[in-house]
């Protein structure tokens, strides 16, 4: 592709950004940034009241390593859906980091799906089964698509089951991967089945219970990013081994985990590990098959920076 002149910013859209991070180079990639055990600053998160019951968020992110320095400004509307829109929206600006030059600005909302799903598959990596095949989707939104793809590119997933409040979204799935889908109308089956189990939903409720979880599965918890937000019961989280993404976003925002620790025994003080611990070697994830293990995300902005700057490289390449 053709650079832009010193002087201007390149816009990378979506459908750029989709053929620029394919996740065999994102994961990796994400792996080396967090083996770093990379600083960054809490990112900004506010309410803004929509007059219904989920109120919208606003977010910002900043990031910053040797290279590069990013912001990203996103928004999350969950009643989205009623207007046929995504309930996230964003723009990520890249700047160079010695000179604090504008390098690009990328479609913030592509950019979030792909670093989320190669996040949760690089966790995956450690805490899920090597011979783990079957998926379970959880939601069918925009995450829906990249989580499965991403999951597969490290294990063998030849078998993929989908759930989702309203059944006929579930179908579109099929059309967009190239593994078979299986629409499922009884969820605790469905869990039941699964040996990675990736939710990504809205839910203010618990969708995923532990009685339903069977021995050796790994769950990949991708929603519930507010405290009042959840996709697991506080039985699953007190069973489990649990790692997060980092620890700072956890104790502020994770859902899951902010009501199980109010509601039992557990605690924060029991989450293993972060992404830090996990890629740099510090924790070695998974130590046997029978183990449950759940994986809670609540995204990172490094997790953008370093995906941002892997775009912007091989754009230039």
Avoid at 44 to 49: D, Q, S
Avoid at 134 to 141: E, F, I, K
Avoid at 179 to 207: F, M, N, Q, Y
Wanted: charged residues 20%.
């Amino acid at each position: 592709m053709p650079t832009n002149p010193t002087n201007m910013q390149a816009f990378i859209d979506a459908e750029a950004l989709s053929s620029l991070l394919p996740f065999p180079e994102l994961i990796p990639a994400l792996h080396a940034g967090f083996s770093a055990h990379p600083g960054q600053p809490d990112r900004v998160h506010l309410t803004v009241p929509s007059g219904r019951e989920s109120p919208s968020t606003l977010l910002l992110m900043p990031a910053w390593n040797d290279r590069y320095i990013g912001v990203k400004v996103a928004t999350i509307h969950p009643h989205n859906g009623e207007k046929g829109l995504p309930s996230v929206h964003a723009s990520y600006v890249l700047k160079d980091a010695e000179t604090g030059q504008d390098l690009a600005v990328l479609d913030g909302t592509a950019l979030t799906r792909l670093r989320t799903a190669a996040a949760s598959a690089l966790a995956s990596t450690f805490l899920s089964r090597r011979d783990a095949s079957t998926l379970l989707m959880v939601g069918a939104g925009a995450l829906a698509v990249p989580l499965i793809r991403a999951h597969a590119s490290v294990r063998p997933i030849h078998r993929v089951l989908a759930w989702n409040r309203t059944p006929d979204r579930t179908a579109d799935l099929q059309k967009a991967v190239d593994l078979p889908v299986t629409p499922i109308d009884d969820l605790s089956t469905g869990v039941a089945e699964a040996d990675i189990i990736s939710c990504a939903t809205l839910s203010l409720g618990p969708l995923i219970r532990s009685h339903d979880v069977g021995d050796g599965t790994h769950i990949d918890l991708v929603g519930a990013y507010r405290p009042d937000m959840r996709e697991s019961d506080s039985a699953l989280i007190g069973r489990a081994r649990v790692f997060v993404d980092t620890y700072p976003g956890a104790r502020h925002e994770a859902g899951d985990l902010v009501q199980a620790a109010s509601e039992g025994d557990w605690s924060f003080e029991l989450i293993e590990a972060d992404l830090a611990d996990l890629c740099s070697g510090k924790h070695p994830g998974r130590h046997g098959p029978e183990e449950v293990t759940v994986f809670k995300s609540v995204g990172a902005s490094i997790e953008d920076l370093i995906a941002a700057g892997l775009a912007w490289e091989r754009y230039n390449g």
